[in-house]
């Protein structure tokens, strides 16, 4: 167990809808990512968030976005969803914003669009 | 642009014949080379750190080596329960604009058999 916990564990929605992801970081870690994972592209950096505010930007279309509140859990907004979209989401934790630092994984959330 | 290659894409071992797994790189500037191990439908669980050419690290059975392009994954006596997807990632040297999230590798798929 990393110690990163999301929610849900699947969803399975219906082309154009809207869902949130949620993700509880380590105890104490103030940076968060998001991950998508599918077949063909393997592991794509999203968006990452430390302490509240935005650091990094990755593959992230415009239809998706993300926070991090206060108790620094975090949120991953998906809407107007498409087929492509369905995949593996993870979210990953980390203590340090930069240098050399672990990042660990959740179990991930598999979204499937139908 | 920051690109990782694994080879091969899939690996099949009778359990006990060592053997490597590889991961060629090019970053601008690299902060970090990770070693993830993913189970089907599971997110990646940290194995690795290296942070300049020449370390080494070792955990069990497996070994990690860092040259300036390429790292390895060595599995020494390998076991059933060693397969898993083995995902290699860097995070690069400089901020901002995605940096901070890791870039990955397409994984190498092993199986071990008994």
Known sequence: DSGVT????????ATGQRVTLRCSP??????????????DQGLQFLIQYYNGEERAKGNILERFSAQ??????????????????SALYFCASSVKLTGNTEAFFGQGTRLTVV | EDQ????????????????????SYT??????????????????????????AGEEKEKERLKATLTKKESFLHITAPKPEDSATYLCAVQAGYSGGGADGLTF??????????
């Not at chain 1, 380590?26 to 077949?39: C, E, M, T």
């Not at chain 2, 590798?105 to 008994?114: A, F, M, V």
């Open chain 1, 6 to 13: 999301q929610t849900p564990k699947h969803l399975i929605t």
């Open chain 2, 105 to 114: 590798g397409k994984g190498t798929h092993l199986i071990i058999q008994p």
């Open chain 2, 4 to 23: 990782v290659t694994q080879s091969p894409e899939a690996l099949r071992l009778q359990e006990g014949e060592s053997s490597s797994l590889n991961c």
């Open chain 2, 27 to 52: 970053v601008s500037g690299l902060r970090g080379l990770f070693w993830y191990r993913q189970d089907p439908g599971k997110g990646p669980e940290f194995l690795f750190t290296l942070y300049s």
């Open chain 1, 68 to 85: 991090q509140f206060p108790d620094l859990h975090s949120e991953l907004n998906l809407s107007s969803l498409e087929l492509g979209d």
């Open chain 1, 26 to 39: 380590r105890s104490g870690d103030l940076s968060v990512y998001w991950y998508q994972q599918s077949l």
